[in-house]
């Protein structure tokens, strides 16, 4: 009996789905339009590619989710939870309060109740002051009944996170377990204002990531289907709905990484420059090891400036319904405005009256599309000179995101990568796969699952080998509850942090594990 | 006299980053803590130089330790207010003004954030005219002024009066207590005389970073080159336009060193241009020409902005312009050579002004 999975990638103009076999085989796939209420849009790819490749749909086990929900709420500044704000770190860091450099209208809906209470620790693990429990409980108090959600940071909680974990126990002794809680040593690493930023999005959004989860679930039970379901995350790995509901903030960048992710599977690559052209924007991002390079500077997050983990990418305004404007002295512009979605009515090859990327690259003769008649008029010679701009554009971009100037293979995908040519400057090849409109859909049904484990370690007692050796099991133990198949676990990341000063030689140990999806059918079999 | 409001802030943090030559810290937290300030206590006051009495007490304000730890443990606001009244107390005479000691990164914002919340004027000057990466690198120490007796604050209410021989000694023993008080202190430094900074500052520095951050962000609106605006307002040279074609850092000795590689775009395509630094940008050269050298300042643009990048930022592939800027004269004497000029980085160059270097097209 098959096993078939479903990945769905909701973006902010087109919903993508795609239908894998056990083989990971596209059966069928789709591209619609994103509609106002998402999951008419979802439900309708999903009815689609279910119809189209007529499989049984007891037989779909898997499907996942890549969604923009989260990020279209931060920066719609809609649907938000409400929350509470809580920094550990008075009487350091009172001349910077929380949400300071955040948008005024951000911090209108997240800053009601914003609390500084004394605690927090040093760099080397020493604590600045005792933590105020007493002030905790007023402050759970005073919240009780007006909020949803509660966003801690504490001062160096990379470094120790006890902080923290007890401000949480005191709100769930008085809230109750049910209270949604964010704490920011899960969320991001050093660098207080960003950590904390992050951890007040993630408390806000945690409602949405529900509904979100529901909605899917209950799409999929409309047809019939019992399926485990993931979400897609920023770096390329999966998490379980229990999960995603905690960190809503991991699924923001999702979209981009799941190009990437899916451009890696469609080429067989694992390290190469990925560009993936949409309508308004090209996202251009780094394969390392099959999975996206991450971003080491802060990223702004609807204009809050963040630093958890976010795939490092370069957005140009260059997509295939960008608008090119031509002068009377021959001098033009390219965007940064775009017909979009609107393509089809808009553009000149389908009879509108805009001139777009589109409509250049079919008058050059480099895409079939449309009616080129209605462009044979336009003057070549000068729209030879556009083309070579837009393709500098992107070449400019690739070479930012290379390390080195050795030429690498550049992979394009994306429904607007037909306007790109076949060679490159920088690039050792340029590769178009195959389904490569719907990389991203695939890139969220072919990704993997990760466990990871944080810890802090007493290396005097126990050597640093076998500390090691205890995190990454307990890292692989945890991807396999999580539903990665034990014989394909790696581990992909290692960070210890000594916490100098602290007896013992202590040692925060961060390991994360990640392999394929466990076919659980395919086992029963054998 | 005039007033600074919150405008003028972010102007002063885009100059305080071109003229921190790449290192000095990034001045984002300290701009943040001056606007928080000017929220809460309302605007600056920014005096000239010659509107200080003679024998008005003025004392710089800077944060001392790792610019990291201050990026996590942010300061609690007091520990500058704590370190000015203690520093009062020993010399049993009220402070009149507050100064930045350097005009470069998150030091030229500290004071600012200080003279809002004590309501003390900021005097429109410093000691370096940039960012230096030690402590005795001031033209206050050309001039044989003593760091101490200086005061070191914590968050947590501790503070640490220091009287020490000589400014080496003021390091040492200063860098050791930073680090037993959490990693980042801030400093009461330098106590002067008015008289002392008409003779030995530099004057009209945070009016110079305000312009160059004004002139940056107008061009923009403007649609003009900034670059070209940036060069005009500072007295620079355009040295270099290329992209970063290498980046290779190292820390050592708790400083971050390296070099950055250029390779040449527009006309100066088929040269390289290397920048070494030491925190800051030390030396410009190509393969054939030396085209600065310090004490004079080396700043790494963006080319489509005009916005300086710090060598945190620097990556492979940046569009970058690379300009020149003359030192103030004081650096230029021999003492000032012997402090920051190129051989007591470790670099076997003598000193040549940026002005005759241009004239030459560079040294073979």
């Known amino acids: 009996m098959g096993v078939y999975r479903i990945g769905i990638d909701v973006g902010g103009t087109h919903t993508d789905a795609v239908l894998l076999d056990q083989y990971n085989q596209v059966i069928s796939e789709t591209k619609s339009h994103t509609t106002e209420d998402v999951f008419i849009g979802i439900y309708t790819a999903m009815r689609k590619i279910i119809d189209d490749a007529k499989v049984p749909v007891e037989q779909i086990k898997y499907a996942m989710l890549g969604t923009t929900h989260c990020t279209n709420a931060i920066v719609e500044r809609k649907r938000l939870n409400k929350i509470a704000a809580i920094r550990i770190g008075a009487p350091a860091t009172l001349a910077v309060k929380p949400l300071i450099g955040v948008p005024e209208d951000l911090c209108a809906v997240l800053g009601k109740y914003v609390y500084l209470i004394r605690g927090g620790h040093e760099y080397d693990g020493r604590e600045i002051v005792e933590l105020d429990e007493a002030r905790l409980y007023e402050i759970a108090e005073e919240i009780n009944g007006k909020v949803d959600s509660i966003a801690i940071t504490s001062v160096f909680s990379p470094v120790s996170q006890t902080h923290e974990q007890r401000a949480s126990e005191i709100f769930k002794e008085v809230l109750g377990e049910e209270i949604s809680i964010s704490l920011s040593s899960e969320i991001g690493s050093v660098g207080l204002l960003e950590r904390e930023n992050a951890t007040i999005l993630n408390a806000a959004v945690v409602n949405v990531a529900k509904t979100t989860a529901d909605g899917f679930i209950n799409a999929l039970k409309n047809e019939g289907i019992e399926a485990k379901v993931f979400f897609c995350q920023n770096d390329g790995t999966l998490m379980s709905i229990e999960y995603a509901v905690k960190y809503p903030i991991f699924t923001v960048a999702c979209g981009p990484t799941n190009s990437l992710r899916g451009a890696s599977y469609l080429s067989e690559l694992t390290d190469a420059i990925v560009v993936d052209v949409g309508g308004t924007t090209t996202d251009i991002g780094v394969l390392v090891q099959s999975f996206p390079r991450e971003s080491s500077l802060a990223v702004e997050i609807g204009g809050a400036r963040t630093n958890f983990r976010m795939p490092d990418l370069i957005s140009i305004g260059l997509g295939g319904g960008t608008i090119i404007r031509i002068e009377d002295n021959g001098e033009f512009t390219i965007g940064p405005d775009s017909v979009g979605y609107r393509l089809p009515e808009k553009s000149l090859i389908f009879g509108g009256d805009t001139l777009t990327t589109t409509d250049v690259a079919v008058a050059l003769g480099k895409v079939e599309l449309g009616d080129a008649s209605k462009v044979a008029h336009l003057d070549k010679e000068l729209l030879n000179r556009v083309y070579l701009n837009m393709v500098n554009l992107v070449e400019e971009a690739i070479d930012k995101m290379k390390t080195s100037a050795a030429p690498v293979p550049v992979i394009l995908v994306g429904g607007g990568s037909i306007l790109l040519p076949e060679e490159l400057k920088g690039a050792s090849e340029v590769i178009r796969p195959l389904h490569s409109g719907v990389a991203n859909a695939i890139g969220s049904a072919i990704s993997q699952v990760s466990g990871q484990i944080e810890k802090v370690y007493a290396l005097a007692e126990i050597g640093r080998e076998t500390a090691l050796e205890q995190a990454k099991e307990i890292a692989m133990s945890e991807a396999i509850s999580a539903g990665a198949d034990p014989e394909t676990l790696v581990i992909v990341d290692i960070e210890d942090v000594p916490l100098a000063y602290m007896p013992g030689n202590a040692t925060r140990i961060r390991v994360k594990a990640a392999g394929d999806l466990a076919q659980t059918e395919m086992n029963e079999l054998v | ?364």
């Not at chain 2, 945190?312 to 230029?332: D, F, L, Q, S, T």
């Open chain 2, 1 to 364: 006299m005039r007033r600074l409001g919150k405008q003028e802030i972010e102007d002063i943090a885009v100059g305080a980053a071109l003229l921190g030559t790449g290192g000095g810290g990034d001045p984002y937290i300290g701009k943040l803590m001056a606007l928080q300030a000017i929220e809460e206590y309302g605007e600056i006051t920014l005096l000239d130089v010659d509107e200080v009495p003679d024998d008005a007490l003025v004392v710089p304000s800077a944060m001392m330790g790792a610019p990291t730890v201050m990026l996590e443990k942010a300061p609690s606001g007091e520990e500058a207010t704590a370190a000015f009244k203690n520093l009062e107390a020993y010399l049993g005479k009220k402070i009149f003004a507050t100064m930045p000691i350097e005009a470069g990164g998150v030091n030229s914002m500290v004071p600012l954030a200080l003279a809002a919340k004590l309501g003390l004027p900021v005097v429109d000057v410093d000691g370096m005219g940039r960012a230096f990466p030690e402590l005795q690198m001031v033209t206050f120490y050309l001039d044989g002024i003593a760091a101490t007796p200086m005061v070191l604050a914590d968050e947590k209410g501790n503070t640490s009066l220091l009287s020490t021989i000589n400014n080496v000694w003021t390091e040492r023993i200063a860098r050791a207590a930073t680090i037993e008080m959490g990693g980042s202190t801030m400093t009461a430094i330098y106590p002067m005389t008015g008289k002392n900074i008409k003779e030995s500052g530099i004057r009209n520095i945070l009016s110079l970073e305000e312009q160059i951050g004004k002139t940056i962000r107008l061009a923009k609106q403007n649609n003009v080159d900034p670059i070209k605006e940036v060069l005009n307002k500072a007295d620079g040279f355009e040295l270099f336009r290329g992209k970063v074609s290498d980046i290779n850092r190292k820390t050592e000795a708790g400083f971050a060193r390296g070099v950055a590689t250029f390779e040449g775009i527009n006309e100066y395509k088929g040269e390289k241009l290397e920048v070494r630094f030491q925190n800051e940008h030390l030396i410009a050269q190509t393969e054939k020409r030396l085209l600065c050298v310090t004490p004079d300042l080396i700043a790494v643009l963006d080319a489509e902005t005009g916005l300086p990048i710090t060598t945190e930022g620097i990556r492979y592939g940046a569009r970058c312009v690379v300009i020149g800027m003359p030192c103030h004269p004081k650096w230029r004497t021999e003492k000032g050579i012997e402090a920051v000029g190129p051989r007591y980085f470790g670099y076997e160059v003598g000193y040549v002004p940026i002005e005759e270097l241009v004239k030459k097209g560079g040294i073979a």
